[in-house]
């Protein structure tokens, strides 16, 4: 290499460079980058000496040590979820109370105790071993839920690792407050460090939009981008960074002139935000007088009060998934009852769509078998597992109608492809209502997410009171892309014209329907003239968007 070459080698490594990964937590910080590299280091577990001289009493020390160690993490995980949920999300608490279970399912601690007493091994081998396998079995799945799993397993093991090697501290007890955190990927776990931590940002090589750290992220307002494959090779330790997590824009080494432009778009944002909060309570009305009520989508409690407090005209879409995910039996009448209760609290006196259970194959709940489809997001979920399972379908109706007593609620029916798909909900509903009493049953509304159901509004909207767009799966089933599959990112654009039209085709074809958008295209306000054009007459967001939302349709 020559003079000249060197030369243009450091004027490169000095000069800005641009890198774009996928927004998955909005925001825009700067900061200096601290590269983290070994959040997911090996579990080097200290070989058990030559298996020739394992004797008997080695083989049940070992086990005795797994069961001591495995019962310690059991109470850990108990205490965690139940201080996550108290401190951070109930959300995020739900994943530890999931881990509790796993760690002490009856599979995984047989095949334990197998490689213990079979290949004669440590408790710590055995766990490296066992759990690696089981990670590798979820994370050659396609899914990303499967994926997702691959990362439980992997931060249970690590626990039940560091319990049987007495590790008490945490990888991320070290990283400086106010850095940009590069990393590969970040466990559940891993998120509990950073909650108590002021990082800026964080860059991970891998997770969706849907994982759990992004989950833990937006919850957080830790601006975080991902999908960022070379990250190691293009970022270093102490490079100062301007981190735009609303385009997916990372500015490494910014020039004065880059830096000054993004400190304005900071201070700008900050201003609109500010703005947009002094209204957020008052409802959105267009230039030209029509209201567009802006609900929220919540998930659990905290969702409820962050959005009223945002200035939610009510609930537009609660998911109550999460009333099932993590347990063995499904909930009771009674216990539905109560979490759908502390969930809505907030919003007493509003009105609360209450979505049924929409749980796919790729979701598999214990207490349903696992059944397995070659194709789960074309296969049995949303309404399509409740007509198989009838009584899961009479408990949370019989559940949503107590609910009629505090709220008024209506009742959305998910993954709706055909009429049946509603008359089913409506007879079950009607059937309850009369043993009941009840003189006055809920509303009752489909959900849009696939093609087949936009281009059939009309008799679809024979049976139903309204008509809610889920445009997140009606982009994935219209694109013929999984939402889940960064592969096929590309594919997925929820803003496109194609989407627009199947909402206006709809909107013509039954021009008096009410017609709702839950989807995560009703927060893009720069969509907002056009679908406010296009029919939509209510929008349903998270609850952070709900201060800007209003005041995009307050410009419309
Ligand atoms: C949707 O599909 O747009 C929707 C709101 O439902 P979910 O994201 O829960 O599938
Ligand atoms: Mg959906």
């Known amino acids: 290499m020559n003079d000249d070459d060197k030369g243009s080698q450091v004027a490169q490594l000095q000069s800005p460079l641009i890198i774009q990964g996928k927004p998955i937590s909005p925001g825009l910080v700067k900061g200096v980058i601290h590269v983290h590299r070994n959040i997911l280091g090996p579990i080097d577990a200290p070989e058990y000496p030559d298996s020739n001289n394992h004797r008997k009493h080695d083989t049940e020390e070992q086990l005795s040590r797994l069961d001591v160690a495995t019962a310690s993490i059991s109470d850990d995980l108990l205490v965690l979820a139940e201080r996550v949920e108290d401190e951070i999300d109930a959300r995020l608490a739900e994943v530890f109370s999931a881990h509790q279970l796993m ?42 839920i499967a994926r997702d799993k691959g990362d439980d397993m992997r931060d249970i093991s690590i626990r039940l690792h560091n319990a049987l090697t007495g590790i008490t501290t945490h990888s991320l007890e070290t990283i400086p407050d106010t850095c940009v955190l590069a990393t590969s990927r970040l466990l559940p776990s891993d998120t509990i460090f950073l909650a108590g931590r002021s990082i800026a940002a964080v860059l991970l090589e891998h997770g969706s939009a849907g994982s759990h750290a ?123 009852l109560i979490e759908m209760q502390e969930t809505l609290a907030a919003a007493k006196g509003y009105s609360v769509c209450v979505r049924l259970l929409d749980i796919g194959a790729d979701k598999p709940l214990p207490f349903l078998g696992f059944m397995a489809e070659t194709n789960p997001a074309l296969g049995r979920r949303g309404i399509r597992l409740l007509r198989e399972y009838p009584e899961l379908l009479k408990t949370q109706l019989a559940a949503i109608l107590e ?12 993954m709706v492809t055909l009429p049946t798909d509603v008359l089913v909900v409506k007879e079950a509903l009607i059937q309850l209502g009369k043993t009941l009493n009840l003189s006055q049953l809920p509303q009752l509304g489909a959900m849009i ?104 349709i307050r410009s419309v």
């Open 103 to 144: 760690v002490n399912d009856v599979t995984l601690r047989q095949e334990l105790r197998k490689e213990i007493i079979e290949n004669l091994v440590s408790a710590t081998s055995a766990v490296k071993t066992v759990f690696l396998r089981w990670e590798k079995r979820f994370l050659l799945m396609e899914s990303q």
């Open 214 to 336: 992004a989950l833990f992220a937006r919850e957080m307002g830790l601006p975080a981008i991902s999908g960022l494959p070379n990250l190691f090779g293009v970022v270093s330790e102490g490079v100062f960074a301007l981190v735009n997590a609303d385009s997916g824009l990372i500015t490494l080494r910014p020039s004065a002139h880059q830096s000054l432009i993004f400190q304005e778009n900071i201070e700008h944002n900050e201003q609109v935000l500010q703005e947009a909060r002094k209204h957020a309570q008052s409802p959105a009305i267009t230039k030209g007088g029509v209201t567009i009520p802006v609900l929220a989508n919540v998930g659990c409690r905290e969702d409820t009060e962050k959005a009223m407090f945002n200035g939610a005209d009510g609930i537009g879409l609660y998911r109550i998934e999460q009333a099932y995910l993590g347990r063995t039996v499904p909930p009771n009448k009674e216990e539905l």
């Open 403 to 414: 609910l009629t007593r505090d709220f008024d609620i209506r009742l959305l029916v998910p």
């Open 449 to 552: 997410e696939t093609p087949a159901a936009a281009l059939s509004a009309k008799v679809i909207g024979r049976h139903v009171d309204f008509l809610s767009f889920g445009t997140n799966d009606l982009t994935q089933y219209a694109f013929a892309a999984d939402r889940e599959n960064a592969a096929v990112e590309e594919y997925i654009d929820d803003g496109s014209p194609v989407i627009l039209r199947l909402l206006e085709i709809a909107h013509d074809d039954v021009p008096e329907m009410p017609l709702s958008l839950c989807g995560e295209l009703a927060g893009r306000t720069e969509h907002m003239a056009r679908l406010v054009r296009s029919g939509i007459g209510t929008l349903s967001v998270a609850a952070p968007l709900i201060p800007m939302v209003k005041e995009a």
